[in-house]
């Protein structure tokens, strides 16, 4: 591709996330609390219950698994940060073999169909699916582009869900009377 050719493909794409893996969630949102300012955190439990059509390297994941995600916003640019706390899921690969730090970045594609033909070119050229998933409307897409990019890049729908108050918490607590109706929570 030219130079002119990519900031035309670039200028209609959105990068809508920046995630990161931890072993903690409690103390990384306080980090990035105390050290940045940034937060307040919608955290949400991840699980067999609550994710559909999980899959992760192509297969369906059948055993209970459980992550945890903490959600903030900076500008129009979703942070999550993401616990691994059982099961099988590529979280922990990571933490093996990377260690704390960035997971993926994420791009939003907000037409399913669009969506399925992205994904469908990534597996033409050799980047398959490491995981994948369904929550409420929110479908992601983990890539395998680490050997590539030291990194994963992860396609989804990325809709604003409006969850009810029983299904997350914030953090810091305090803030809690303060979070906005619409959390924007995606996977």
């Not at 970045?105 to 369904?134: C, F, H, M, P, S």
Request: charged letters at 25%; one cysteine or more.
């Amino acid at each position: 591709m030219t130079n002119e050719e990519l900031r035309e493909l670039n200028s209609k794409r959105k990068i809508y996330q920046i995630a990161w893996v931890t072993k903690d969630l409690q103390r990384s949102m306080k980090a990035w609390v105390d050290n940045l300012g940034i937060g307040p955190w919608t955290v949400l439990t991840f699980s067999e219950r609550s994710v559909r059509d999980f899959h992760v390297d192509g297969e369906p994941v059948t055993e209970p698994f459980e992550f945890l995600i903490g959600i903030s916003w900076v500008g129009e640019m979703q942070l999550e940060i993401i616990q691994p706390v059982s099961g099988n899921l590529s979280y922990w690969r990571h933490l093996e073999t990377k260690g704390e730090g960035l997971h993926h970045i994420k791009e939003q594609i907000e037409d399913k169909d669009e969506l399925a033909k992205i994904v469908a070119g990534y597996r033409e050229k050799g980047i398959g699916v490491i995981q994948t998933g369904k929550f409420d409307i929110d479908v992601h897409y983990n890539l395998g582009t680490e050997e590539k990019l030291d990194f994963v890049y992860e396609l989804g729908n990325c809709p604003l869900l409006e969850l009810p108050e029983d299904m997350f918490t914030v953090y810091p607590p305090e803030a809690a009377e303060a979070a906005p109706a619409q959390e924007g929570a995606t996977a």
